[in-house]
T-cell receptor
């Protein structure tokens, strides 16, 4: 079956611009996670959705970052006024009960010039 | 707060050598424990897991045992292959506000023929 997909695979933008990153989870997975992975580091938790609601957004670094999942399936991570420090690979994962395993997408590599 | 520490890399071994990658965590409560692997040019994938004390996870010749008394989950393989070259992440997962996973910084393994 289809895995987690993320689009675009690469995004280059200029400082100050707005970007949207999309995640398509595995069908039927109710839990969805966003992570950010900087070079040479492990993934860093950003936000977790259970259904349509953000159950834990404690990892979002500041109010420039926002994520939605309006119908409980596809999710969009939105970054306003991008900064060079936002450059990283943004990973999405989804999970189903008993939520003991997360399935990761290939990531979106964001480069802010 | 909860945290995870894993052995720094890179680790360079010859084929058929024994591998150990150490992982310890600090925790309130008892997380589920995971090792994820990232092969060159590929996304993160689950390698093995253990969900309670003394459980042993195993896959592809890799093993790790959930040690509650030492809060550790060391990854081992008796005889590594060139194809095992990858980055390995230890990742405890706590059921607090939704199965939050904290990833270690990753250990890069190079296996020489």
């Amino acid at each position: 079956g289809a895995g987690v997909s993320q689009t675009p695979s690469n995004k280059v933008t200029e400082k100050g611009k707005y970007v949207e990153l999309r995640c398509d989870p595995i069908s039927g997975h109710t839990a969805l996670y966003w992570y950010r992975q900087s070079l040479g580091q492990g993934p860093e938790f950003l936000i977790y959705f259970q259904g349509t609601g953000a159950a834990d957004d404690s990892g979002l670094p500041n109010d420039r970052f926002f994520a939605v999942r309006p119908e409980g399936s596809v999710s969009t991570l939105k970054i306003q006024r991008t900064e060079r420090g936002d450059s990283a690979v943004y990973l999405c994962a989804s999970s189903a009960p008993p939520y003991n395993e997360q399935f990761f997408g290939p990531g979106t590599r964001l480069t802010v010039l | 707060g909860n945290s995870v520490t894993q052995m720094e890399g890179p680790v360079t071994l010859s084929e058929e050598a024994f591998l150990t990658i150490n992982c310890t965590y600090t925790a309130t409560g008892y997380p589920s424990l995971f090792w994820y692997v990232q092969y060159p040019g590929e996304g993160l994938q689950l390698l093995l897991k253990a969900t309670k004390a003394d459980d042993k996870g195993s896959n592809k010749g890799f093993e790790a045992t959930y040690r509650k008394e030492t809060t550790s989950f060391h990854l081992e393989k008796g005889s590594v292959q060139v194809s095992d070259s990858a980055v390995y992440f230890c990742a405890p997962c706590w059921k607090t506000g939704g199965f939050k996973t904290i990833f270690g910084a990753g250990t890069r393994l190079f296996v020489k023929a």
